[in-house]
């Protein structure tokens, strides 16, 4: 099992769809939570009223280092997975979810929760469609329910330009520690940009992460410093 393909297309990919799509730079969020078996992208615009509509999930099967997305074959009634195997598949994949959402014209692929045969469903401009075929327990989507352990503590702040926090939980079903970390930057023109992601880690390696980074932190180049 290796997270080295995750963290290498997690790291470029939102500065690359915000080169790619002036629209998705000027509205488009994505956060990222490894509390999971399979960690998760999920990509979602702010309304109006401070809600998260999301338009995209892309996961990421770390036996098989591949990232995919969840669908369900009509003609076989049966989950599916479109398998994204380069960094620009996962990129277009996002932009054309992106566009399909702005346009009215996204579905969502679900488990109903209220369903005693966990059945999918298929959201589409607002209508709900319920294929009939029951899944196996372990396609059945995993609540998780991370208990945050202190408020957002601010790592990094410049007043009005950039702002770093993060915050501590511990995920209730397993123990693990998880990290969050926001990242709101004020453009020029006041309006607030935001990022989240999350980072879930044993008891274990706890004391390695924590002796790795105190190892290094002379080498490393602050904010400050390239500002």
């Known amino acids: 099992m290796s997270m080295e393909w995750f963290n290498r297309v997690t790291g ?4 690359n769809l915000k080169s790619i799509c002036e629209k998705y730079d000027q509205i488009g969020h994505m956060t990222i939570d490894q509390s999971t078996k399979h960690p998760r992208i999920d990509f979602f615009v702010e ?3 401070d809600e998260r509509d999301f338009f995209c999930t892309i996961l990421f099967d770390p036996y098989n280092e591949e990232f995919y997305l969840e669908s369900f074959d009509l003609d076989l009634e049966q989950p599916a997975r479109i398998i994204l195997a380069e960094s620009n598949d996962v990129i277009d994949a996002v932009h054309e979810s992106f566009h399909d959402f702005m346009n009215g014209e996204s579905e969502v692929y679900y488990v109903d929760e209220n369903s005693t045969e966990a059945e999918y469903v298929i959201e589409d401009d607002g ?3 319920y294929i009939g075929e ?4 372990e396609h059945t989507l995993e609540e998780i329910v991370v208990e945050w352990e202190t408020p957002e503590v601010t790592a990094f702040q410049i007043e009005d330009e950039v702002e770093v926090t993060y915050q501590f939980g511990i995920v209730t079903n397993n123990g693990d520690g998880v990290l969050r970390r926001v990242n709101r930057v004020w453009a020029e023109d006041g309006e607030l940009y935001k990022d989240e992601s999350e980072f879930s ?4 390696e706890a004391s390695t992460i ?6 290094n932190m002379d080498t490393m180049t602050g904010l400050e410093d390239l500002i």
């Open 12 to 15: 470029e990919l939102q500065d």
């Open 47 to 49: 309304t109006e009223d």
């Open 127 to 129: 209508e709900e469609y």
């Open 134 to 137: 029951a899944l196996d327990e």
């Open 201 to 204: 880690f044993t008891k274990e």
């Open 210 to 215: 924590i002796a790795m980074i105190a190892s």
